[in-house]
């Protein structure tokens, strides 16, 4: 897991670990945290332009 302090929407990088593709800290390469994942789909999907998921 990824113990960066902050994850900014661009230091994510993607992954595939076995058959499943996982979002990653471009500094460390570490996978993300369950709080970090969550804020960078937040993130992603403000970005995109699609309502927040429900």
Known sequence: MCN???IHFYDVDFKLYGMKVV???KNCGDPLS???ASKFEKDLMKYWGFDEKK
Do not use: G, L
């Open 4 to 6: 960066c302090s902050k």
């Open 23 to 25: 979002p990653s800290c």
């Open 34 to 36: 369950d709080d970090q």
